[in-house]
């Protein structure tokens, strides 16, 4: 990986466990030549450290650019009516993919899926504004209490249910 550069940090040492246990699949599809693919995207700089950049799984591929969902996450969470965000990647007739947010707002303070998009204008590119947003009671949570994004990906009428600022 040269300096400044994303890539996928692989590892390799002795004590790497064998595979996942009953998946012969999923063992194969995270090693490569030895070395375990860990799902992080990484970015190096010109001494040799690492940084974390987002999960693999957790790119938004928009008219082929890579949008780290959790850069969005991070930026939207900052907005002071925001309790929690989360950006995934939605089917766009263009290809690739679209953005969309689902905002958990503070209880008690006013938020509008307009303040969302005009907080995003002020403080990310517009590859990276997002072009649904959907305001929610309720985020779905995983055991360790991380918004649960692969079952807002399963909502067939999230998108739907959003505001579209193409439209």
């Known amino acids: 990986m040269t300096v400044g550069e994303?890539?996928?940090l692989a590892v390799r040492t002795p004590i790497l466990m064998q595979g996942y246990f009953?998946?012969?699949e999923q063992t194969r599809k995270s090693?490569?030549?030895?070395?375990?693919?860990?799902g992080d995207l990484v970015r190096a700089d010109a001494q040799g450290r690492y940084y974390f950049v987002s999960r693999k799984k957790d790119i938004i591929r928009r008219r082929g650019e890579n949008v780290a969902g959790s850069e969005l996450d991070r930026v939207i969470g900052e907005h002071p009516g925001v309790l929690v965000?989360?950006?995934?990647g939605v089917h766009s007739e263009f290809g690739d993919e679209d953005i969309l947010v689902a905002v958990k707002p503070k209880e008690g303070l006013a938020l509008t899926e307009q303040d969302v998009v005009d907080w995003c204008r002020q403080r990310l590119t517009a590859m990276k504004?997002?072009?649904?947003?959907i305001l929610?009671?309720?985020?779905p949570l995983t055991p360790t209490h991380k918004v649960a994004k692969a079952e807002l990906r399963k909502d067939p009428t999230l998108r739907q249910r959003a505001v579209d600022f193409n439209a």
């Open 22 to 24: 009953n998946d012969e």
């Open 6 to 8: 994303t890539g996928e």
């Open 129 to 133: 504004v997002p072009r649904y947003v």
């Open 136 to 139: 929610l009671d309720d985020m």
């Open 85 to 88: 965000a989360a950006a995934i």
């Open 31 to 38: 090693f490569r030549d030895g070395w375990f693919l860990t």
